[in-house]
């Protein structure tokens, strides 16, 4: 069955600005029904993302600057221990202001972007890195090579079709190659407790941006769909732990900054003086289902 003509089935299971948000029984993990058409995407991510939905998320990234590049390194580590290969090359899937790329070129690697957002990719261009003012579609992956690395960071959740997506990253993958995908992890147990305990309303829901609503096993599962051995499954810091503490960051920008803040301090210390202690609490997340998104890598066979 191709993606245009599934029809898609399953429990309702919340309905946020009148749009459904189901437990598709057709896809094996929750997404929104119905989905928008390519013309309202394209419209979305070409035109208005950055200067009318996210007006403050190329600043936000700038004053986050070091931290997302300490991030990346320890992601290169993780890179480094599945991918044994000199000078390897990636591909970034949604490059956004191009701090991947930056760190990817400077760890030798041979790097590549490509981003629908003209305001990001001008952003990205002081990094000196290639990148492609387009979508990533079949009609755009017949013009690349293939790669060592493909990297989706919170991509999956905004795209119509991510089983096509995998499948497409899948066959542009060198075998023995990596794939890597960031999601918000949603739904979990901690978003629950939340909502169960507090009255706090499903807040993660935002159905004009993000179409889909994985897990760790949803997403494990999707992998295994496309033969993909998942070799790496993390979760990030669950920022669910500052509502917990009654710090309620929801439609509060200036908290939300001031909650993050607290976790980047937390992480620069940790990956400047223990790295392998905070990767190995992230695994442990990742093993409970908790982190406010996963981070989880697949490897292609040889």
């Not at 982190?291 to 989880?296: E, I, K, L, N, T």
Request: with cysteine; net charge negative.
């Amino acid at each position: 069955m191709t993606e245009k003509n599934k029809i898609h089935q399953g429990n309702v299971i919340d309905t946020i600005d009148g749009i459904d948000v189901i437990e598709c029984t057709v896809c094996g993990f929750k997404h929104v029904n119905p989905l928008p058409s390519q013309e309202e995407l394209e419209t979305l991510y070409k035109k208005e993302y950055y200067s009318l939905d996210k007006p403050q998320y190329l600043k936000d990234s700038e004053e986050d600057q070091e931290w997302w590049e300490m991030t990346y390194r320890q992601y290169f580590h993780l890179f480094d221990k599945h991918l044994k290969k000199e000078a390897p090359s990636l591909f970034e899937i949604g490059s956004g202001p191009g701090f991947f790329l930056k760190v990817g070129k400077e760890h030798g690697w041979d790097v590549l972007g490509i981003e629908p957002s003209k305001q990001a990719v001008a952003f990205s261009k002081q990094f000196d890195v290639p990148v492609i003012h387009d979508f990533f579609h079949e009609e755009t992956a017949k013009k690349l090579g293939t790669f060592d690395l493909i990297f989706m960071d919170t991509l999956l959740e905004h795209v119509p079709n991510p089983s096509s997506m995998i499948a497409l990253c899948s066959s542009l993958l060198n075998p023995g190659g990596l794939l890597c995908v960031i999601s918000p992890n949603d739904y979990n147990p901690l978003q629950k407790i939340l909502r169960n305990q507090k009255n706090y309303p499903p807040w993660w829901i935002v159905p004009r941006h993000h179409l889909n609503y994985f897990d760790f096993t949803s997403i494990q599962s999707l992998f295994k769909q496309h033969q993909l051995q998942v070799v790496e499954s993390l979760g990030t810091f669950p920022m669910e732990f500052f509502l917990l503490c009654d710090d309620n960051y929801i439609e509060n920008h200036a908290l939300g900054r001031e909650v993050h803040g607290k976790r980047k301090t937390l992480e620069k210390l940790m990956l400047a003086n223990n790295p392998k202690l905070l990767e190995s609490f992230y695994q442990w997340l990742g093993m409970q289902g908790l982190g406010r998104s996963f981070v989880v890598i697949a490897k292609k066979p040889s």
